[in-house]
């Protein structure tokens, strides 16, 4: 069954750079059946798409977010990563990394991590 | 980009209630329509893809139906592990968008 993880600092500075990364597990990111993306969610507030990306390393962001985003893969590790530069107390959220399979949408989520951005 | 709405923003049900929320789209979506279930503090769980088909081990008091701009929600009788918000999601075209969610608590 496959499981995403995401994992990451709880806590980035104004100004600075978030990383993340999600571990996928049960499965392989390089299939070329999926896509891989990020959506975050503030506090109390609803969900919005970051980006995706293809094993390929094809990418697609928010035009909203484009200019501070970058989403990359490594296939050896089985893992893709999010970095989010110049943020912001307006980038505090949880942080979610999940599957879309075309057509089908994104229906494998992980957990969620919550990112604080706070000196 | 894609501007999704969604009516109402909350409402209160009661166990065994059919409930049904709407979801709007601001363009042509054709049928890329995608709705989540979420508990506090949990992810988002999928529920229905392409508007109307069930993702795997959703039970079928679930339904989700239209095409096009308009889309449909229907819960048929609600169980008390129900009470979440509800958002719908657009993926017909990038940006990806979401609608602002629907709120269902008890009555």
């Not at chain 1, 049960?26 to 993306?37: A, D, E, L, N, P």
Request: aromatic share 12%; with cysteine; glycine share 8%.
């Amino acid at each position: 069954q496959l499981q995403l993880q995401e994992s990451g600092p709880g806590l980035v500075k104004p100004s600075e750079t978030l990383s993340l990364t999600c571990t996928v597990s049960g499965g392989s990111i390089s299939s070329r059946s999926y896509y891989w993306g990020w959506i975050r969610q503030p506090p109390g507030k609803g969900l919005e798409w970051i980006g995706s990306m293809y094993y390929s390393g094809s990418t697609y962001y928010n035009p909203s977010l484009k200019s501070r985003v970058t989403i990359s893969v490594d296939t050896s590790k089985n893992q893709f990563s999010l970095k989010l530069s110049s943020v912001t107390a307006a980038d505090t959220a949880v942080y979610y990394c999940a599957r879309r399979i075309p057509y089908y949408a994104f229906d494998v989520w992980g957990q969620g991590t919550m990112v604080t951005v706070s000196s | 980009d894609i501007e999704m709405t969604q009516s109402p923003s909350s409402l209160s049900a009661s166990v065994g209630d059919r409930v049904t929320i709407t979801c709007r789209a601001s363009q042509d979506i054709t049928n890329y329509l995608a709705w989540f279930q979420q508990k506090p503090g949990k992810a988002p769980k999928p529920l229905i893809y392409a508007a109307s088909n069930l993702q795997s081990g959703v039970p079928s008091k679930f339904s989700g139906s239209g095409s096009g701009t308009d889309f449909t929600l229907t819960i048929s009788s609600l169980q008390p592990e129900d009470f979440a918000t509800y958002y719908c999601q657009q993926y017909n075209s990038y940006p990806f968008t979401f609608g602002p969610g629907t709120k269902v608590d008890i009555k």
